[in-house]
């Protein structure tokens, strides 16, 4: 089966029943409380698949295993922060393949495109509270100053917003550092750490001024030292032929939201200490899948073949495949893609559109193309 750019089709469900994938397209900064704090992020298929039909249409079709890791818990978890832990070993381990494999295509992260896109908003900040004084109707005005509010000069989010494009930056020169000397400093676990604050932008928000300036100009001692030596630990079990490809290598494609593709398999990173693999983790595989296969993936010249689905433990250092023919059949593969095709939808929405239980479409149409370059 073959990643590609299938026709799009629309169907005419709820919002409810379909899934979005991406980043809503901010052409003004119209939105509520609710959505700066999440600054347009959403779970997308994470969501979708909590569904009752759509959990029971993913039991109809797919005989899953039970896989249960036989080998050693190799890093416990010892920071109290596991969130924090996980998404920084994604950014860690997506620059040990970046290493690793140079012919591999990169998108901009989601903290890249946080930084890029609150440097632009920071660019209009100045003119909110004008705006608001010159709004037509009250609830223009309450939304311009709920913005400047947000934003004021000391707040949370000015303040981290003013650092983020620094965060990127360093973690630039920290991952050029890694690749032309394969030495695992420091700095590289600090910026993963903090790479992984601006992935989470809805965390920021609880953080008070002082905390968060504190965060944003954090330097070794500044960081929880279980936090730096747990990532060390848990990058020292990699095996590196493991992420080693021959053709392929994407690091998280911007659409749908894929960890990697290695080859002919797409592959999902979990830092749980649990020995199952979750359900909810093949189902999320299996959406990604789908809906790479129907709408494409964004930025990729050449559609790559995928022919399995793989999950990385990686507190056990285990990586698990499932090939896609042990899933299903091509019938009922073929069944399944034309029922997610009424389900799914990848096209552009100029303003965020919600229904009330907050599923939102998103798009990459805008996202920044990556800022990471590899040394010469």
């Not at 330097?219 to 021959?246: G, H, Q, S």
Request: with cysteine; charged share 20%.
């Amino acid at each position: 089966m073959t990643l590609g750019g299938g026709a799009h089709t629309s169907g005419s469900l709820p919002m409810r029943g379909r899934v979005w994938y991406g980043c809503t397209k901010a052409s003004e900064p119209f939105v509520d409380t609710v959505m700066i704090a999440a600054r347009r992020y959403d779970m997308g298929v994470t969501h979708w698949i909590q569904y009752s039909d759509v959990r029971h249409r993913f039991r109809e079709t797919f005989a899953l295993p039970r896989v249960a890791v036989v080998g050693p818990l190799r890093v416990p978890p010892r920071s109290p922060r596991a969130w924090l832990i996980g998404t920084a070993f994604h950014y860690l381990l997506s620059w040990m393949v970046w290493r690793l494999n140079p012919h591999a295509i990169r998108s901009p992260s989601r903290a890249e495109q946080y930084a890029d896109r609150e440097a632009r908003w920071l660019a209009m900040a100045n003119d909110w509270r004008e705006r608001a004084a010159r709004a037509a109707t009250a609830k223009e005005a309450a939304q311009w100053s709920s913005l400047a509010e947000a934003y004021r000069p000391g707040s949370t989010l000015r303040i981290v917003a003013e650092h983020a494009p620094a965060i990127v930056q360093h973690a630039q020169a920290a991952v050029a550092d890694y690749c032309a000397t394969g030495v695992v400093r420091d700095a590289l676990l600090v910026s993963a750490l903090q790479m992984a604050w601006l992935d989470w932008p809805v965390g920021l928000r609880r953080m008070s001024p002082t905390e968060a300036l504190t965060w944003v100009t954090a330097v070794v001692p500044a960081v929880a030292p279980e936090d730096v030596e747990e990532l060390r630990d848990l990058l020292a079990i990699v095996d590196p032929a493991v992420f080693t490809t021959r053709q392929t290598c994407l690091i998280h494609p911007s659409a749908p939201e894929i960890d990697l593709v290695l080859d002919h398999l797409l592959l999902e990173i979990k830092t749980s200490r649990e020995r199952h693999i979750p359900v909810e983790t093949w189902y999320q595989l299996i959406a990604y899948y789908a809906i790479a296969t129907i709408h494409g993936i964004a930025g990729v010249p050449q559609s790559p073949t995928i022919t399995a689905l793989g999950v990385y433990l990686a507190r056990f250092g285990v990586l698990y495949r499932l090939p896609l023919d042990q899933l299903a059949s091509s019938a009922t593969w073929a069944s399944f893609l034309n029922w997610m095709r009424l389900h799914s939808d990848g096209g552009a929405s100029p303003e965020p559109s919600a229904s009330a239980d907050g599923v939102r479409q998103m798009s990459f149409a805008d996202a920044p193309s990556s800022s990471f370059t590899r040394p010469r």
